[in-house]
């Protein structure tokens, strides 16, 4: 489970298959419509190497290696095409390469704010959630705008992607206003007054950038989130797998374990009990959590030590 170590071209060439739709793949809703890979209109900014790093170390936070490269068929990094199974259909990641035909290469800067803060692509269309959208929203413009130059800075691939395969009517594009009306709800984090710059921070990266409640927090039928059992686990995480309760409850959660366990799992993919971690939490490691800083993983470890206990066993349902 090895990554090349060259961070500052961007690209991970060892690694291993892709097993399931990784820590950034959720269920699509029923009411909302798909991704594109329209081409954007506005000229690309000249980005400093101090924000192309920026963007690239958002990029390994938020885990868009892992959902936008289709490692089992060889891709390319980063352009898209990775199979994402859901009850509503299959979707297909995007190239996010800056091929302006096939990718985002005439992507402005309004329309990448757009895509993060209100899930619109650059025609006006709503985006499926399983682009995580709803917890992107939270993002800080300057986060966003460095991810942009990042992937600007990148060689163009050509990759044209399969369209979606959605069983109907869940694609329904005129049912997407109503999905979002109930359930989402745009604006950036804002720090709690009263907090340390240490526990906004970690709250910053699991809540907004990490996007961890997207896979560890159970789902309603139609695909939002349960905010009550905020980052409790669920049993139908993706691909129909089991996403652990991540709260400190001292028997169902983490609550027996410490800052350095939780910083272990998160740069070296090890719990405490010396298993290794699988699925997408495996890939969310090998693809970005590996390469933050020991400050933000620290950060992280504070703020979910710090949240109220939710008693939530999971494991597979009994037959």
């Given at each position: 489970m090895t990554v090349s170590e060259n961070h500052k071209g961007g690209t991970v060439s060892d690694r291993r298959s892709i097993k399931n739709s990784?820590?950034?793949?959720?269920?699509?809703?029923?009411?909302?419509?798909?991704?594109?890979?329209?081409?954007?209109?506005?000229a690309v900014s000249a980005a400093t190497d101090d924000l192309i790093e920026k963007g690239q170390y958002m990029v390994w936070a938020g885990g868009c290696i892992g959902c936008h490269t289709d490692v089992k068929n060889k891709k390319p990094e980063l352009?898209?095409?990775?199979?994402?199974?859901?009850?509503?259909g299959i979707f297909?990641?995007?190239?996010?390469?800056?091929?302006?035909?096939?990718?985002?290469?005439?992507?402005?800067?309004?329309?990448?704010?757009?895509?993060?803060?209100?899930?619109?692509?650059?025609?006006?269309?709503?985006?499926?959630?399983?682009?995580?959208?709803?917890?992107?929203?939270?993002?800080?413009?300057?986060?966003?705008?460095?991810?942009?130059?990042?992937?600007?800075?990148?060689?163009?691939?050509?990759?044209?992607?399969?369209?979606?395969?959605?069983?109907?009517?869940?694609?329904?594009?005129?049912?997407?206003?109503?999905?979002?009306?109930?359930?989402?709800?745009?604006?950036?984090?804002?720090d709690t007054t009263g907090k340390s710059a240490e526990w906004n921070r970690g709250a910053y990266l699991v809540e907004a950038v990490g996007h961890c409640g997207e896979c560890h927090t159970p789902r309603s039928e139609l695909g939002a989130l349960d905010h009550s059992m905020a980052l409790a686990g669920t049993v139908k995480g993706p691909d129909g797998g089991l996403v652990p309760n991540i709260t400190p409850h001292p028997k169902t959660g983490i609550g027996e374990w410490t800052e350095d366990d939780i910083i272990e799992l998160l740069k070296n993919g090890m719990k405490p009990d010396y298993d290794d971690v699988q699925g997408g939490m495996e890939e969310a490691v090998i693809f970005g959590l590996k390469y933050l800083k020991d400050a933000d993983l620290k950060a992280m470890a504070v703020y979910l030590l710090s949240l109220d206990p939710i008693d939530n066993l999971i494991e597979k349902p009994k037959k």
């Amino acid at each position: 489970m090895t990554v090349s170590e060259n961070h500052k071209g961007g690209t991970v060439s060892d690694r291993r298959s892709i097993k399931n739709s990784g820590i950034t793949l959720l269920l699509a809703s029923i009411l909302t419509i798909g991704f594109t890979t329209i081409g954007f209109s506005g000229a690309v900014s000249a980005a400093t190497d101090d924000l192309i790093e920026k963007g690239q170390y958002m990029v390994w936070a938020g885990g868009c290696i892992g959902c936008h490269t289709d490692v089992k068929n060889k891709k390319p990094e980063l352009a898209g095409g990775l199979a994402l199974k859901t009850p509503f259909g299959i979707f297909y990641s995007p190239n996010i390469t800056p091929d302006k035909e096939t990718g985002i290469g005439n992507w402005s800067d309004e329309d990448f704010l757009n895509a993060f803060r209100q899930g619109l692509n650059p025609a006006g269309e709503h985006y499926y959630p399983v682009f995580p959208y709803p917890t992107y929203t939270k993002m800080r413009d300057a986060d966003i705008l460095a991810i942009k130059a990042y992937l600007f800075s990148l060689k163009p691939v050509r990759s044209v992607v399969k369209d979606h395969d959605v069983q109907p009517p869940f694609g329904m594009r005129f049912l997407q206003g109503f999905w979002k009306a109930m359930n989402f709800t745009p604006g950036e984090f804002q720090d709690t007054t009263g907090k340390s710059a240490e526990w906004n921070r970690g709250a910053y990266l699991v809540e907004a950038v990490g996007h961890c409640g997207e896979c560890h927090t159970p789902r309603s039928e139609l695909g939002a989130l349960d905010h009550s059992m905020a980052l409790a686990g669920t049993v139908k995480g993706p691909d129909g797998g089991l996403v652990p309760n991540i709260t400190p409850h001292p028997k169902t959660g983490i609550g027996e374990w410490t800052e350095d366990d939780i910083i272990e799992l998160l740069k070296n993919g090890m719990k405490p009990d010396y298993d290794d971690v699988q699925g997408g939490m495996e890939e969310a490691v090998i693809f970005g959590l590996k390469y933050l800083k020991d400050a933000d993983l620290k950060a992280m470890a504070v703020y979910l030590l710090s949240l109220d206990p939710i008693d939530n066993l999971i494991e597979k349902p009994k037959k």
